[in-house]
């Protein structure tokens, strides 16, 4: 089940630090959403290499969670 679909949203209020929280939303060809955060995001951070990034690490925990199942190691 990969993800099919990741977005995420800033908090409108900015930290004294100059950082917002946000919170990442990956959803699978199922339609199981994946919630991750809240998260300080510093200044000048790419949270959208970050989102990418991290759709790719639940995509590799839910393929070694299927092989696992296949395998009755579940």
């Not at 339609?31 to 790419?46: C, E, I, N, S, T």
Request: aromatic letters at 6%.
């Amino acid at each position: 089940m990969p993800i099919v679909s990741s977005t995420f949203t800033q908090d409108a209020h900015t930290q004294k630090d100059g950082g917002r929280y946000v919170v990442e939303r990956h959803t699978d060809d199922a339609g199981q959403v994946y919630q991750v955060g809240p998260w300080l995001a510093p200044v000048g951070f790419d949270v959208q290499a970050r989102v990418n990034s991290r759709a790719s690490e639940i995509n590799a925990q839910l393929a070694e969670a299927e092989a696992a199942q296949l395998l009755g190691q579940d």
